[in-house]
């Protein structure tokens, strides 16, 4: 099941290695780059992906046994000024490894 919100979706996720997951996204050919946000608890953080021809990430220092959610947004630098798509869906992944 994809996860998505406008044209941006999370294709993928998963506990690819220990502490450590991998999330995939759908391409969005006008952004310049993309944010991951994955939260556990009253954590939260955000990683910066530039580019749009990359749309995986992996993501590393996370606790063994918790859930986070993950959400996905593109974006767009026009004339100094940044745009971002909303936020997709969230998807959840427990790591186990």
């Known amino acids: ?5 406008g044209n941006q979706c ?3 996720i ?3 290695s220990p502490k450590s997951m991998t ?12 944010q991951v946000k994955y ?15 990359t749309i ?3 993501i590393s220092g996370l606790t063994k046994g918790k859930i986070y959610k993950v959400y996905v947004r593109s974006y767009r ?4 000024i940044t745009y971002y798509s909303g936020w997709s869906s969230a998807k959840s992944v427990k790591i186990t490894k």
């Open 1 to 5: 099941m994809l996860s998505c919100f």
């Open 39 to 53: 939260v556990t608890g009253t954590s939260t953080k955000t990683v910066t992906v530039k580019g749009s021809s």
């Open 77 to 80: 630098t026009v004339s100094g």
């Open 14 to 16: 998963s506990n690819s």
């Open 10 to 12: 999370i294709t993928g």
């Open 23 to 34: 999330v995939k996204w759908s391409k969005n050919s006008s952004a310049a780059g993309y």
């Open 56 to 58: 995986s990430k992996v």
